[in-house]
Each structure stands twice: as C-alpha cells, then as structure tokens.
C-alpha cells in the first residue's frame, strides 16, 4: 500500500495479481480496467497507465493477466497460452463493486494483446457473468483473435506446428480459435481505437477494420490514428494517448 500525502491517488495490492490506483482528495468519476500486453504485468507499463488515470479521477486497476519469462508473476503463466477469459472478468466485477466505484460506470483500456482481450470481452456483454461496459479502449489492437504466443519462442521456432496451434484465449473451458473476427457488432459500448499507422508488428489495418465493422453496425465509435507512431509508442506519444483516452471517458461516461 502506497500511502505518500503529496500523491493525487492511493495504491492497493489487490488479493489477486494487481493493483488499484485510487483518486485521492478529488471525486471518483469511476472505474478502469488497465490490461497489458504480452510483454506481461512484471513490466508495470499498465501500472503507468493506472496512476495517470487515477490522477484523472478514475479508480484505475492494472490487472495481471500473465508474466513473462524476463519478468515472471507468481501464479500466472509466462506466455500469452491457454488464458482463460474469466480472470479479467472476474476483475472487472471486483471493481465494479469497489467502494470508490459502486454505482458508477466503468470501462476498459487495453494495450496490444491487452487491447485484444478487451475487445473480446466487450463482445460478452449478453453474458451474465460480465459487467456491463460504459466504454471500451483499444491500442494497438488486433480485429481477430490471435494464436498464443512466447517471447521465448524464437522466429524460427514459432513456425512449429505446436506453436502455431497454440491458443492464447479460453472463455468458458472452450478455446478461441485464432484467425476468427472478434464479434464486435455484439459490443454495446463507445469504443476508442488508437494505433500508431507505423506499427509493423500489428498494422493500423486491423483497427481500420474494426471501425469500419462498428461503424456499419451502428456502433458508436472514436479513432486516433497517430502517423509518426511504432507499436511500442513514443514518450510524447503517450502523453497524447492518455490525453484522448480522459478526453474519450469525459465525454462517454455517464
């Protein structure tokens, strides 16, 4: 527990893998799910994301959904295989119920596979068990689901066929099949897409074609396509990012 005066927010170690950033001294405006991306939750680049959120006035949780080799977390995997779906949902509703958060929206932000993951789970949004999303951020994100992954896989070696049948996603004990459209015309919440139209790992296409998919489904739907951005961003770039994210859940939270 971080408990520094001359911070704007409160950290908390949660009974799971993660982190609650809370807004200090200033109105909770709501709740955010922070997911990072394959690089794992070690890293903490969710983390950075939280506290700024939570400067922002939102209770922020930077949730852990897996490790890495470089940088392992206790109790969960080292690599983006057989992640089951449930874990984050699970998240999802603990902040939907935390005291700073109870009866107020809340929303998701996703980072490349953490930016995936989001996305699927604002397709569940019929499903009981998930709670009902206020908005939906994605960056640097994927329109399909991708097949499981390792940092410890070389180039050579993911072209193995019990590599490239790896299944990075589980909901409900039955695996997502890699290749398939994420169904975001099930998605019932404003969505953000942001994507660097440099990014060589995951091109910007895939957030093109999620926007024109929510578009022709009547979706409500942002972009912020940044023209001089890689996939990993700039410093400058993310302080741009965050500015459109707060700017987004200003004017979609209710």
């Known amino acids: 527990m971080e408990e520094n005066t001359s911070l704007r927010y409160i950290c908390r170690e949660c009974s799971f893998p993660g982190r609650a950033y809370i807004p200090r001294d200033q109105d909770v405006r709501g709740?955010?799910?922070?997911?990072?991306?394959?690089?794992?939750?070690?890293?903490g680049t969710h983390d950075r994301t939280a506290v700024l959120l939570a400067c922002h006035g939102f209770t922020a949780l930077a949730y852990d959904w897996c490790g890495s080799y470089e940088r392992p977390v206790d109790g969960?995997?080292?690599?983006?295989?057989?992640?089951?779906?449930?874990?984050?949902?699970?998240?999802?509703?603990?902040?939907?119920?935390?005291?700073?958060?109870?009866?107020?929206?809340?929303?998701?932000?996703?980072?490349?596979?953490?930016?995936?993951?989001?996305?699927?789970?604002?397709?569940?949004?019929?499903?009981?068990?998930?709670?009902?999303?206020?908005?939906?951020?994605s960056l640097s994100g994927s329109d399909r689901i991708v097949q499981g992954f390792s940092w410890?896989?070389?180039?050579?070696?993911?072209?193995?066929?019990?590599?490239?049948?790896a299944r990075a996603w589980l909901w409900k004990g039955k695996y997502l099949i890699p290749g398939t459209p994420i169904p975001v015309e099930r998605c019932d919440a404003p969505v953000l897409l942001i994507h660097g139209l440099k990014d060589r790992l995951w091109k910007a296409k895939r957030s093109k074609r999620l926007e024109r998919r929510l578009k022709a489904a009547g979706k409500y739907v942002e972009t912020f396509y940044m023209a001089d951005e890689a996939h990993i961003l700039s410093e400058l770039a993310v302080n741009r990012v965050m500015a459109r994210l707060v700017a987004f859940l200003d004017k979609v939270l209710p």
């Open 76 to 137: 969960l995997p080292s690599k983006v295989v057989d992640i089951a779906i449930e874990g984050p949902v699970k998240a999802l509703r603990w902040l939907q119920r935390h005291e700073s958060v109870r009866n107020k929206p809340v929303a998701i932000h996703g980072i490349s596979r953490g930016a995936e993951l989001a996305m699927i789970i604002a397709t569940l949004s019929q499903d009981s068990m998930v709670p009902r999303l206020a908005a939906v951020s």
């Open 152 to 165: 410890k896989w070389s180039k050579k070696s993911r072209k193995k066929v019990s590599h490239r049948k």
């Open 31 to 43: 709740g955010v799910l922070v997911l990072h991306g394959s690089e794992g939750g070690g890293f």
